[in-house]
C-alpha cells in the first residue's frame, strides 16, 4: 500500500508539473537597484523565502568577529537545555579576552542564563564555556560541530576555529554564509526571544553575591547607550568588531510579512547602522509577498466546461497554504516562471515548485498529496470490517488514480495554454497577493 501511495503521488506530480512553466518572453529586469552603501560586503535576505534582495561582494570571505556567537548560541540550544548547568573552568577564563562578564573559575550559571550573555553582553568567557558543555568538556568537538552545522546550512566559503570571534586567520565567513546561519537561528524560537531582548539580569551565583544587569549593545535595538540608531522594525541582532574584522553587524527586521536579515561586514561604527536602515528600507518599499495558493488559478471555484470545478481535485493534490514568494512591487505573479524539484517526493508530497524571477529564486512552494481512505468493499470477501483484499485495492486504488490523472490532464488543457516559446503560462489571479 505504501508503495502505490508513492506511485501515485509520482503519477500526479509528473503529469501535473511535468514541465517548466513561464511567462511569453524573456523576463523583464524588473529587480530594483539598491542603494550605495559604505560597507564592503552586504546582504538583505528575507527568511521565510531564503530570497536574496540585495548583495554586494556577499560571497567575499570576511572575518565575521563577534557575530560568530550567533552560531555557538543556536548550536547550544539545540544540544542542550536551558536548565543545564554550564561550570566555568580554566580555559573558559584565562584563553578568552576582549568582551565579557567577570566570571570566576568554578561559577556555575544555568545554559540560559550563559547564552544571554553571550548574545547581549557578547561575553566571550560565556561563549567558551557554553562550547566546552556542549562539547562534553571538549572545546574542539563543539568547533567541529559548528563547521558541520555551517556546512549543513550549505555555506561554501566558511570555516570557524572558536567559538566567540575571535582573531584567527582561519576563522572567516562570508555575508552569504553568514546570512543563512542566521536565518537558521531565527527560526529558533528560543533564539528570536534571546536575540530580541533589550536587558536581562544575571542571578548571584556561587561565586557572586550581586545580580549583573546586562543590556543589548544593538544600537538598533536598544536604547541604553543611544536612541540614534533605533529603528522601528527592527526586532533582534547581533554586533561584532576586531581590528581585523572591523565592525560587523546583523540584524533582523519585521514588516508586511516579511521577514529580514542583514548582513554588513567590513564596515565603521556609524556606516554598519546607517547602511543597515537604508537597506531595510529599500527592501520594505521595492519588494512584497504573495501566497502561492492564492495566487495560482488552478485551485478556484471556475467551473469547466464539464460543469466540474477544479477545486474538486484538491482532496488528491494541494499546494501548501502558507507557502509565499517574495518580488519586486513593478513584477506580477505570472512574470515568474516555475522549476519543479523532486527531491522531497514522497507518500504525501508530490513534489517542490521553485518559482523564479529570471535567474533569481524567490521561494518554493511544497505540492502535498492527501491520502486516499479505501472503504471496505461490498464484495470482498473481507467486506465484514477486517479490511479488503490486496487485489480489490490495487483495483480501486488504480481507479482513483484515473480518475485523478483525467481530472489534472482536463484542468491542465483548460488552465494553461502553450506559448510560442514552447513554456506554459500560468493564470493567474492579480488580486490575491
Not at 560568530?68 to 566555568?88: G, P, Q, R, Y
Not at 562570508?174 to 537558521?184: F, N, P, T
Not at 533582534?236 to 576586531?242: A, F, L, N, S
Not at 502535498?368 to 468493499?377: A, K, M, S
Request: with cysteine; glycine share 6%; hydrophobic share 35%.
Amino acid at each position: 500500500m505504501r508503495k502505490l501511495k508513492r506511485i501515485c503521488c509520482l503519477l500526479i506530480a509528473v503529469l501535473l508539473f511535468g514541465g517548466t512553466w513561464g511567462m511569453t518572453a524573456a523576463a523583464r529586469d524588473t529587480w530594483p537597484s539598491g542603494p550605495s552603501i559604505d560597507s564592503e560586503c552586504a546582504i538583505v535576505m528575507e527568511v521565510n523565502t531564503g530570497t536574496v534582495l540585495y548583495g554586494k561582494k556577499e560571497h567575499q570571505k570576511c572575518y565575521p568577529a563577534s557575530i560568530t556567537k550567533i552560531l555557538t548560541t543556536l548550536l547550544a540550544l539545540e544540544n542542550s537545555s536551558l536548565d543545564e548547568t554550564v561550570t566555568f573552568s580554566e580555559d573558559s577564563i584565562y584563553n578568552t579576552e576582549g568582551s565579557g562578564v567577570a566570571r570566576d573559575i568554578g561559577e556555575q550559571l544555568s545554559m540560559k542564563d550563559t547564552l544571554y550573555a553571550v548574545m547581549l553582553e557578547s561575553a566571550n568567557e560565556c561563549a567558551y564555556a557554553a562550547a566546552e558543555h556542549v562539547g562534553g568538556g571538549d572545546y574542539s568537538k563543539f568547533i567541529s560541530m559548528m563547521n558541520q552545522k555551517a556546512k549543513d546550512l550549505g555555506c561554501t566559503d566558511t570555516h570557524f576555529t572558536n567559538a566567540n570571534g575571535l582573531p584567527d586567520e582561519k576563522h572567516y565567513t562570508s555575508c552569504y554564509d553568514m546570512a543563512l546561519i542566521s536565518k537558521a537561528a531565527i527560526e529558533n524560537d528560543m533564539f528570536r526571544k534571546i536575540v530580541s531582548t533589550k536587558t536581562y539580569t544575571l542571578p548571584k551565583t556561587n561565586k557572586k553575591d550581586q545580580e549583573l544587569v546586562m543590556y543589548n549593545h544593538h544600537k538598533m535595538i536598544s536604547n541604553n547607550r543611544t536612541s540614534r540608531y533605533l529603528y522601528d522594525y527592527a526586532i533582534g541582532g547581533k554586533t561584532g568588531y576586531t581590528n581585523a574584522a572591523r565592525n560587523t553587524l546583523v540584524t533582523y527586521a519585521q514588516k508586511d510579512g516579511m521577514l529580514l536579515v542583514c548582513v554588513v561586514m567590513r564596515s565603521n561604527p556609524t556606516s554598519q547602522y546607517t547602511d543597515t536602515e537604508k537597506l531595510f528600507n529599500y527592501c520594505f518599499d521595492n519588494f512584497q509577498m504573495y501566497n502561492v495558493s492564492n495566487s495560482e488559478t488552478r485551485y478556484t471555484d471556475e467551473t469547466g466546461d464539464m460543469g466540474l470545478r477544479i477545486n474538486e481535485i484538491s482532496p488528491y493534490a494541494r499546494i501548501d497554504s502558507s507557502a509565499r514568494i517574495i518580488l519586486p512591487k513593478t513584477a506580477e505573479f505570472d512574470e515568474t516562471q516555475v522549476e519543479v524539484n523532486y527531491d522531497k517526493a514522497g507518500d504525501q508530497t508530490a513534489g517542490t515548485l521553485v518559482y523564479k524571477l529570471g535567474d533569481r529564486t524567490v521561494g518554493t512552494a511544497d505540492v502535498t498529496v492527501e491520502d486516499v481512505q479505501i472503504e471496505p468493499y461490498p464484495f470482498s470477501d473481507e467486506a465484514d470490517g477486517l479490511g479488503i483484499s490486496a487485489p480489490v485495492k490495487i483495483i480501486v486504488i488504480a481507479a482513483v488514480c484515473a480518475a485523478v490523472v483525467f481530472l489534472l490532464l482536463y484542468f491542465r488543457k483548460k488552465n494553461f495554454r502553450k506559448n510560442d516559446t514552447g513554456y506554459i503560462e500560468i493564470k493567474t489571479d492579480k488580486r490575491h497577493r
